[in-house]
């Protein structure tokens, strides 16, 4: 027959006696399996231990000689309320309507406001953070986002100290207050 | 004729090359891995988009959560400086076997009456105490103990390494504003206008 025997061993009939060969091959499945296995613990462990610091800078209080004037046509001031709201509102708390919104919403009116201004005049837009006692630390944290991501160069004022009666008591009808 | 026969192959694949690579990765992860050390309060910090990483060197880190401040220098001489400037300050004598462990120790939250006891708990200890402790006590007088935590380790800081200390706080998400508030007022009274906020990396943008 033309077929090539293939198997092995089979036909020998008291032929030399052969040391056997031993495999030296070693199964590495699981080791490698292991290995994987701490990898994507020590990776997902370095991931999450790296924080990120934002920096903020507060006005100096004991000079308070040294007042900055704001120009009321390019002032957004945003007050942070309670249940994650906030009230903005343009120009001066006299005359102005302030206006309730979320965080999520706040981003538009940020940028609709800052582009208006950027039209009308040619000016960049001065935001002021007014963080009432009902806003959370995560709310502060987030509307300084908010302003990183609308690219606001101005740098924010954070005013806590002078919250005015006008707007406590908008607040207050809102109940963010 | 001869039947067509079907090759048999053998199934089991040479894994020596993909054992080296993923030892070899797992040799990076381990070296380049930081060990963590055990936060005392369970904080959760907000997300943000920005970019600068936390500095490791000179930085103070101070805890807010659950209504208590918690306090952490980083960099070990300079821990063990500030104890014996603390200790110089309210007359409290440290041994230098004191002086070792608070060395190493993280986030600490006993009041200085406190802190020698605290210094020689063991780890379960430690973390009992955070339950009950009333964290550091920080007002606006100027002189209470958050005040002089501050003061000294900046002293120290300027002393050991010639540069202005970082402060950084890692409040938990849930916080009021207020009591944040209540901090950074401690921190403006010793004119410390500057302050970075610890948060974690936000995905997308």
Same mark, same amino acid.
């Given at each position: 027959m ?14 030399k ?13 699981? *080791? ?109 944290v ?20 002078y ?15 | *004729? ?55 060197? %000179? ?24 104890? %014996?400037?603390?200790g ?25 009456? %406190?802190?020698k ?30 005040d ?11 002393e ?9 706080i890692?409040g938990?998400?849930e916080?009021e ?6 901090i ?7 004119? *410390? ?13």
């Amino acid at each position: 027959m033309a077929e090539l025997d293939t198997s092995s061993g089979g036909g020998k009939k008291g032929g030399k006696v052969r040391s056997k060969k031993a495999n030296t091959k070693v199964d590495l499945t699981a *080791m490698v399996d292991l290995a994987f296995l701490l990898i994507t613990f020590f990776m997902l462990t370095t991931s999450l231990s790296k924080p990120i610091a934002m920096d903020i800078a507060k006005p100096d209080d004991e000079e308070n000689d040294v007042k900055l004037e704001l120009r009321a046509s390019e002032t957004m001031t945003i007050l942070l309320g309670k249940k994650n709201k906030v009230a903005w509102y343009m120009g001066e708390a006299k005359t102005a309507q302030p206006t309730i919104e979320s965080y999520t919403e706040i981003r538009k009116s940020i940028l609709k406001n800052k582009n208006d201004l950027y039209k009308s005049k040619g000016r960049l837009l001065v935001v002021v953070i007014k963080p009432t006692d009902g806003a959370t630390y995560k709310n502060f944290v987030d509307i300084m986002d908010e302003l990183h991501i609308t690219d606001i160069k101005t740098a924010p004022a954070i005013d806590d100290k002078y919250i005015l009666d006008g707007e406590k008591d908008f607040m207050k009808n809102a109940g963010i207050l | *004729m001869p039947r067509a026969k079907v090759q048999r192959k053998s199934t089991s694949i040479d894994m020596t090359a993909m054992c080296d690579v993923s030892f070899l990765l797992l040799t990076f992860f381990i070296l380049t891995a930081t060990a963590r050390q055990p936060d005392p309060l369970d904080i959760s910090i907000p997300a943000s988009t920005y970019k600068i990483k936390v500095p490791d060197k %000179d930085l103070v880190i101070l805890s807010i959560g659950k209504g208590k401040l918690f306090y952490e220098i980083i960099g070990n001489d300079i821990k063990g400086a500030t104890l %014996d400037k603390m200790g110089e300050k309210y007359g409290i004598k440290f041994t230098s076997e004191e002086r070792k462990r608070f060395s190493v120790l993280g986030a600490f939250g006993a009041p200085i009456g %406190d802190l020698k006891r605290f210094i020689m708990m063991s780890s379960d200890q430690r973390e009992k105490y955070a339950e009950q402790t009333p964290g550091i006590q920080a007002d606006t007088t100027g002189t209470s103990e958050l005040d002089n935590w501050i003061l000294e380790t900046r002293n120290a800081v300027a002393e050991l390494h010639n540069e202005p200390l970082r402060i950084s706080i890692k409040g938990n998400a849930e916080e009021e504003y207020p009591t944040i508030k209540k901090i950074t007022d401690v921190l403006q009274k010793q004119k *410390m206008n500057k302050f970075s906020l610890i948060t974690s990396a936000e995905g997308g943008k």
